[in-house]
């Protein structure tokens, strides 16, 4: 797939390897008879008309074409599903990307259009989202932590607690990109904070590029683990997908 114009000139990637180390697998997995990529990509389509799904691997590409979706194989040597992300792209012709995480079957729709709708704003070149939480989540180093200025661009993000005193926000971890500016960040070097907190989007913000961060009441549940989709097997998230 190359070439292609897409109207209007947005497009959601769902960056989807096969490999994982907790995991392996884990977006083929069987969830309520499904492939798990599959519930993925059916929240995706309510919100954006254009979704394709990358790969480096035939597996996922034989069942992401078998539901109906676009693929585009990329090289398995990506250090991170942005730059799967940015190469899908390469020759797509558009103006901004919404990067998509396979591995969260419910993302709420809202979500997504809110990544748009900051996107579209004035001046805005990279967007994500946060979500208030509680003291004892904002503990967890599991869970990503930001914290913005008063124009709700992020200051900085963390595995720690932070702020020291206050409300704490989670990141939640999708992305939106000005094509453009997707294309240059790939191309920066790895720096000093990203490699110490192990978070890629300290990159931008090291090489001085700003990134609006969006408040959202809504939640997504990243499936990590086997324990992770069992969670959601047990509940009843399901009436909420269809």
């Not at 897409?6 to 180390?21: D, L, M, N, W, Y």
Request: aromatic share 10%.
């Amino acid at each position: 797939m190359s070439d292609i114009d897409f109207e209007p000139k947005i497009i959601g990637v769902i960056p989807a390897r096969f490999s994982s180390t907790r995991f392996p697998g884990k977006v083929l997995a069987d969830l309520w008879g499904k492939p798990m990529l599959w519930w993925t990509y059916n929240q995706a389509i309510k919100a954006l008309p254009n979704i394709i799904i990358t790969t480096d691997d035939e597996r996922v590409k034989n069942v992401a074409e078998d539901f109906g979706a676009d693929v585009v194989m990329t090289s398995p040597s990506h250090p991170s599903g942005t730059d799967r992300v940015a190469e899908a792209v390469s020759n797509i012709d558009v103006d901004m990307v919404i990067n998509i995480q396979a591995d969260e079957p419910l993302i709420p729709p809202e979500m997504i259009r809110q990544v748009t709708e900051l996107l579209n704003e004035q001046g805005v070149f990279m967007a994500t989202l946060r979500k208030k939480i509680e003291k004892k989540e904002a503990e967890d180093h599991n869970i990503v932590k930001v914290v913005c200025d008063i124009e709700d661009y992020a200051l900085y993000f963390s595995r720690s607690a932070i702020p020291y005193n206050g409300d704490f926000y989670k990141h939640i971890g999708i992305y939106g990109y000005k094509k453009d500016f997707l294309m240059d960040f790939v191309k920066l070097s790895p720096t000093p904070l990203e490699k110490q907190e192990r978070l890629e989007q300290l990159r931008a913000l090291e090489h001085g590029y700003r990134t609006k961060v969006g408040l959202t009441r809504h939640n997504s549940i990243s499936v990590d683990t086997q324990e992770d989709l069992d969670v959601i097997l047990k509940s009843n998230y399901q009436e909420y997908l269809v």
